[in-house]
T-cell receptor
């Protein structure tokens, strides 16, 4: 069965610190897709990134970067030089086995000025 | 292009009352989904639809019914609301299910007294 674990329930950092959000997934399929979504205090869910299982290259988008490691079944998300606007709940999600998306329980990030 | 919209934004029900949540998307997506979000539980799939006239059960379908009479609309019904259905409900859509990004509506906050 597919499963996503976000072990960090809450993280608090001081502005300008770097922070990494962990995501560990489980699937028996060789083809799968991983996602990160952001949920700011306003409540909407914002898509951040989609990565398929055949592309292990790390991705960088501004202050955001993602580290995909199949060997450890992890898809971690790093925010560099965090800002108060990064405060949100972040969800990791997995699609595999032709079943709908499975979400982790989320990590609440608080960035303190 | 409004994306995914949800009606209403907020609703208070008494136990035993019924209501219907409406989701509409203007992206011509085939797949639509209903999730509920509860504190510490992440997003859990209630029902989904792979096309007009089709529906399928998700992880937590009990107490809910859905209909997809038109491709752009996906309705979620509560026939007899219970306090356990107090939650935030999100609708999402995607072009297909195979690894495609899901785009979410703004959510509906439901309180059942």
């Amino acid at each position: 069965a597919q499963k996503v674990t976000q072990a960090q329930t809450e993280i608090s950092v001081v502005e300008k610190e770097d922070v990494t959000l962990d995501c560990v997934y489980e699937t028996r399929d060789t083809t799968y897709y991983l996602f990160w979504y952001k949920q700011p205090p306003s409540g909407e869910l914002v898509f951040l990134i989609r990565r398929n299982s055949f592309d292990e290259q790390n991705e960088i988008s501004g202050r955001y970067s993602w580290n995909f490691q199949k060997s450890t079944s992890s898809f971690n998300f790093t925010i560099t030089a965090s800002q108060v606007v990064d405060s949100a709940v972040y969800f990791c999600a997995l699609y595999s086995g032709n079943t709908p998306l499975v979400f982790g329980k989320g990590t609440r990030l608080s960035v303190i000025a | 292009n409004a994306g995914v919209t949800q009606t209403p934004k907020f609703r208070v029900l008494k136990t035993g009352q019924s209501m219907t949540l409406l989701c509409a998307q203007d992206m011509n997506h085939e797949y639509m989904y209903w999730y509920r979000q509860d504190p510490g539980m992440g997003l859990r799939l209630i029902h989904y639809s792979v096309g007009e006239g089709t529906t399928a059960k998700g992880e937590v379908p009990d107490g809910y019914n859905v209909s997809r009479l038109k491709k752009q609309n996906f309705l979620l019904g509560l026939e007899s609301a219970a306090p356990s259905q107090t939650s935030v409900y999100f609708c999402a859509s995607s072009p297909t299910v195979v690894g495609e990004t899901q785009y979410f509506g703004p959510g509906t906050r439901l309180l059942v007294l």
